[in-house]
């Protein structure tokens, strides 16, 4: 049976990180089915290294080695965009970093999984988690 891909998004990441007990995360319990391998956007990458400090830096090298990372291109920027508009016009717009992450999911054909359910769920082409 193959797996299917999960697009995290920065926020399971972020819980996942700060979780003392790593088994409440939505990260873990995801992985603990062994029906799911995982993806991430450079996008959520940055947003990780960004939010990090030199300390911390391992862990995530680390765990950006053991997913796919998927780039933020052409394709996808262009699906951002036409994403962009239709929220603009529907007045319900989301932080740039979100689009971009979306927009890889949907290029990708992927699920996401996010913590951030309220902005996702406004993007209709996206399949959350």
């Given at each position: 049976m193959e797996r299917k891909i999960i697009l995290l998004d920065?926020?399971?990441l972020i819980e996942y990180f700060r979780k003392t007990n790593k088994s409440k995360s939505l990260l873990f319990k995801l992985s603990e089915q062994k029906a799911y391998s995982f993806a991430v956007s450079a996008i959520t990458q940055f947003?990780?290294?960004?939010?990090?400090?030199?300390?911390?830096?391992?862990?995530?090298?680390?765990f950006f080695e053991s997913v796919t990372l998927l780039?933020?291109?052409?394709?996808?920027?262009?699906?951002?965009?036409?994403?962009n508009a239709e929220l603009k016009r529907k007045r319900k717009q989301i932080a740039i970093p979100d689009l971009f992450?979306?927009?890889?999911?949907?290029?990708?054909?992927?699920?996401?999984?996010?913590?951030?359910?309220?902005h996702f769920a406004r993007i209709d082409a996206l399949k959350l988690v």
């Open positions: 920065t926020s399971i947003e990780i290294y960004t939010g990090s400090n030199k300390t911390q830096q391992e862990f995530w090298n680390q780039p933020f291109d052409s394709e996808t920027a262009v699906i951002a965009a036409n994403l992450i979306a927009a890889t999911a949907i290029q990708s054909d992927l699920k996401i999984a996010t913590h951030n359910q309220k």
